[in-house]
């Protein structure tokens, strides 16, 4: 296991580069009329109005009979970087590899049906720390029966160590 830190934001950083926020405005744009037990539907967060994100985003959707998370999506960049790719299995596995807190953040973010964020740094594969940016989104949208299906869209970009933010 990789040493890191996780640790949760209240928000964004002040200076955090433009295109991230554009992210969280995107999600609150896509919020429009819902009321405040609702997120918004992929209907309307689709991969076209997440396209210049999309390398940074990857999908965990809810299992409620597991009550459980399912990396739906590993976000290219993130396949990039690590050179693995944890689609198919749980955010466990994430948070057991890399010492992060993905899991509770996943949980904590469909619970209360808000953005949250997260300041990360992890020991890279070459012994230098990386630190990131993690942004988690929650979305709805419905299985074949159209019953509710909860994902959390769940974007990591490269900034500067805690300090200097």
Not at 129 to 158: E, K, N
Request: hydrophobic share 40%; net charge negative.
């Amino acid at each position: 296991m990789f040493d890191a830190s996780d640790i949760e934001l209240a928000s964004l950083p002040d200076g955090i580069d433009g295109n991230i926020r554009a992210l969280v405005d995107a999600w609150y744009e896509a919020l429009g009329g819902c009321d405040a037990n609702e997120v918004p539907s992929r209907s309307v967060l689709t991969a076209e109005r997440l396209g210049r994100w999309r390398d940074h985003i990857s999908i965990y959707e809810y299992q409620p009979e597991k009550d459980d998370f399912l990396v739906r999506l590993s976000a290219p960049s993130i396949v990039e970087a690590s050179g693995e790719s944890f689609q198919g299995t749980t955010p466990r596995a994430i948070d057991l590899k890399y010492g992060t807190c993905l899991m509770p953040a996943l949980r904590k973010t469909l619970e209360i049906k808000r953005p949250t964020f997260h300041h990360i740094s992890v020991d890279g594969p070459n012994g230098e720390r990386q630190y990131w940016i993690r942004i988690l989104l929650p979305a709805q949208t419905s299985d074949h029966f159209q019953a509710p299906v909860y994902q959390i869209l769940g974007a990591r970009f490269a900034c500067v160590a805690m300090h200097a933010m």
